[in-house]
């Protein structure tokens, strides 16, 4: 097995006295490409969010190559780390999101140089060159200097991709990241993934599109009521489920 | 009514009402660009989930738009040096306008940050910004652009609100109107003039406004 990036132990969150994670046990290998799946409120996108410590969590660890995320032990008790060291670490993910969240006051290419300028603290010329490189990559560099309000949704979608996978992360995180698209969208963003994954980018895909997990992952993690219902190889998972609840899920959602 | 209309005496004047006209802008433009750095402060102090900081923020607002600025004016001129500060007419002035553009500014600049998508701050932690730099590289170019609009009415506002120095004798225009008026008798010509000047100032500060906003509009 290769080397392992993510380990998560026990992780626990609750939202008030609604208790969404319940003990998360789970560990990523570099290369790996996961597809986490289940219905809504099975707590993927929750777990995802953690991960990058947009969400708070009150129990459990999550190490990134072996450095605690997010909190630090002081005697026995957990604290939160600084904003300024969580940002260090957030950096070192990167994440795209199910609405775009594009900057609506710059370009696609200063979009994707603002992490480059501010946290990486590079040169501006350095920068511009790895923008309009990923920029490129995801099958836009003709749109750098567009802003997101003349861009399509799946040319969004796409900038956005470009502008985390371009801070170099160890991890990408996708949010359903095609379910706000129109139908007809929804490739080349599934696209620009699939050539991700052949480059051998670790990846956490929370998604709705069987096919494309079935196509592209290397791994599924089925979500239920906040814990790992099933985890293992697509090809087996999808066949021969081994659970009545995941049998149960593949029924109603659409598969084809 | 017997009152023959004569702007002779106002011409003669004129130079003294512009002059007038200029202190105005400037007292108005100082006390805005102070009042305008206090108001983003308070803003998002307002909308901070830290009591410590929202608590002062609210009271600071509540205080100041519930009470008259003239009432402002006057204490800061009169009741300030009994208390060991002491500030010229100008500078007293400025700091009551700063501060009271401050409160209008931040209620402006809160409802402007209200209306920014959470998304887009979790799209900047993401890429590992810090809540700071959020704020000045996403948050606060977002905001202004969004506010623009009512906050042309709040400026202008405030321009007009520099006539009540006039209340501690600083030489702007409603100040020098009244000086030629008690002068010259020309009571109508004077006010007139005087009132001229305002609404074509006013006039121009909306169409400035408008031109900064669409310049600022984002393309779609």
Known sequence: MSKTILEIEGLRKTYGSLEVLKGIDCAVHEGEVIAIIGSSGSGKTTLLRCINMLEDFEGGTIRLDGEEIGYHAEGSMRRRKSEKDIARQRALTGMAFQQFNLFPHMTAEANVMLGLLKVKRLPKDEARAIALKWLDRVGLGDRAGHFPGQLSGGQQQRVAIARAIAMNPRLMLFDEVTSALDPELVGEVLQVIKGLAADGMTMLLVTHEMRFAYEVASRVIFMNQGVIGEDGNPREMFVAPKTERLADFLKTSSFN | ?220
């Open chain 2, 1 to 220: 009514m017997g009152y023959t209309l004569n702007f002779a005496v106002v011409w003669r004047n004129f130079d003294r009402l512009l002059e007038g006209l200029a202190l105005s802008l400037g007292l108005a433009v100082i006390s805005i660009l102070i009042g305008a750095a206090i108001g983003l402060a308070v803003a998002f102090a307002l909308i901070s989930k830290y009591r410590a900081a929202s608590w002062p923020a609210t009271a600071y607002v509540t205080l100041i738009r519930n009470l008259p600025i003239l009432v402002l004016v006057l204490f800061a001129y009169f009741a300030l040096p009994q208390m060991g500060v002491r500030l010229d007419k100008v500078e007293s002035f400025v700091a009551v306008l700063a501060i009271y553009s401050g409160a209008y500014l931040a209620e402006v600049f809160r409802a402007g940050l209200l209306s920014i998508p959470k998304g887009l701050t979790e799209a900047g932690l993401a890429i590992g910004l810090t809540p700071i730099q959020i704020r000045t590289t996403i948050i606060a170019p977002l905001m202004l652009r969004n506010v623009l609009p009512s906050m042309s009415s709040t400026i202008i506002s405030l321009f007009k609100d520099t006539s009540l120095a006039a209340a501690i004798a600083v030489p702007e225009l409603t100040f020098q109107a009244r000086k030629i008026n008690v002068e010259s008798f020309r009571v109508i010509e004077t006010w007139i003039v005087a009132s001229a000047l305002y609404v074509a100032t006013c006039a121009l500060i909306a169409a400035l406004m408008r031109r900064i906003e669409r310049r600022l509009a984002l393309p779609r």
